[in-house]
């Protein structure tokens, strides 16, 4: 008993990457299938599929292994292969791949996402004339996680300077009323802009448009 107890706890820890448990979330992996892939990645970007020594390992059912295998294969986080060995035999081997392809597009997004934020901020300084403060940014961050477009913020923005309101709060009665008529792209905007322009033919100016005073 003691023996047994003692090769139990000379097994091979298994650590996991940061960044596997920080995309956790993005990945959508379950706690049993982010705990069974952290085991597979302790053997590597390929591994043979070894059921019998995975049901052992984590003392698990066999027919549990091969639950998991399938339902990381159906959701393209690994891959599954049979490759020839010697003497005529095959072997199926699982291929981690697909999860480090998930992990760099999801990197590669947040570049790309921090690049525009940056840009945002950069357009809207430049029309107000000054630096955001903390909570001006924070506030247009928020607007991005309401799913408006850089265009539509920065277009919202214009009309605001426009109307000589030069302030976020007026933007965001903008991208409200414009959420509302559901106005989401540019040519939206310019389509209620001319027929606002029709049905007022008196008005001069289309860039007097008033969007909170119809």
Same mark, same amino acid.
Do not use: C, H
């Given at each position: 008993?003691?023996?047994?107890?003692?090769?139990?706890?000379?097994?091979?820890?298994?650590?996991?990457?940061?960044?596997?448990?920080?995309?956790?979330?993005?990945?959508? +992996?379950?706690?049993?299938?982010?705990?069974?892939?952290?085991?597979?990645?302790?053997?590597?970007?390929?591994?043979?599929?070894?059921?019998?020594?995975?049901?052992?390992?984590?003392?698990?059912?066999?027919?549990?292994?091969?639950?998991?295998?399938? /339902?990381?294969?159906?959701?393209?986080?690994?891959?599954?292969?049979?490759?020839?060995?010697?003497?005529?035999?095959?072997?199926?081997?699982? /291929?981690?791949?697909?999860?480090?392809?998930?992990?760099?597009?999801?990197?590669?997004?947040?570049?790309? !996402?921090?690049?525009? =934020?940056?840009?945002?901020?950069?357009?809207? !300084?430049?029309?107000?004339?000054?630096?955001?403060?903390?909570?001006?940014?924070?506030?247009?961050?928020?607007?991005?996680?309401?799913?408006?477009?850089?265009?539509?913020? +920065?277009?919202?923005?214009?009309?605001?300077?426009?109307? %000589?309101?030069?302030?976020?709060?007026?933007?965001?009665?903008?991208?409200? !009323?414009?959420?509302?008529?559901?106005?989401?792209? +540019?040519?939206?905007? !310019?389509?209620?802009?001319?027929?606002?322009? +029709? %049905?007022?033919?008196?008005?001069?100016?289309?860039?007097?448009? =008033?969007?909170?005073?119809?």
């Amino acid at each position: 008993m003691k023996d047994k107890l003692i090769n139990v706890l000379k097994t091979k820890i298994i650590y996991y990457p940061l960044y596997l448990y920080r995309y956790r979330i993005e990945l959508d +992996l379950s706690d049993s299938n982010f705990i069974f892939i952290t085991y597979l990645m302790s053997y590597g970007d390929k591994l043979s599929f070894d059921v019998e020594t995975f049901s052992k390992d984590l003392n698990i059912d066999p027919q549990e292994v091969f639950e998991k295998i399938e /339902s990381l294969r159906k959701g393209k986080f690994i891959e599954i292969s049979t490759i020839e060995k010697e003497k005529n035999l095959k072997e199926e081997e699982i /291929s981690l791949i697909p999860l480090y392809k998930k992990i760099s597009d999801i990197i590669i997004s947040e570049e790309i !996402e921090e690049k525009n =934020d940056e840009t945002l901020l950069s357009d809207i !300084e430049k029309s107000f004339g000054r630096a955001l403060s903390p909570i001006e940014v924070e506030f247009i961050m928020n607007w991005n996680k309401k799913g408006y477009s850089n265009d539509i913020i +920065l277009s919202a923005i214009k009309e605001t300077i426009l109307n %000589g309101a030069n302030n976020l709060k007026y933007a965001d009665k903008i991208l409200f !009323e414009w959420n509302k008529k559901g106005i989401k792209t +540019l040519e939206d905007v !310019e389509k209620e802009k001319q027929e606002f322009r +029709l %049905g007022n033919s008196k008005q001069e100016d289309i860039f007097d448009y =008033d969007w909170l005073d119809e």
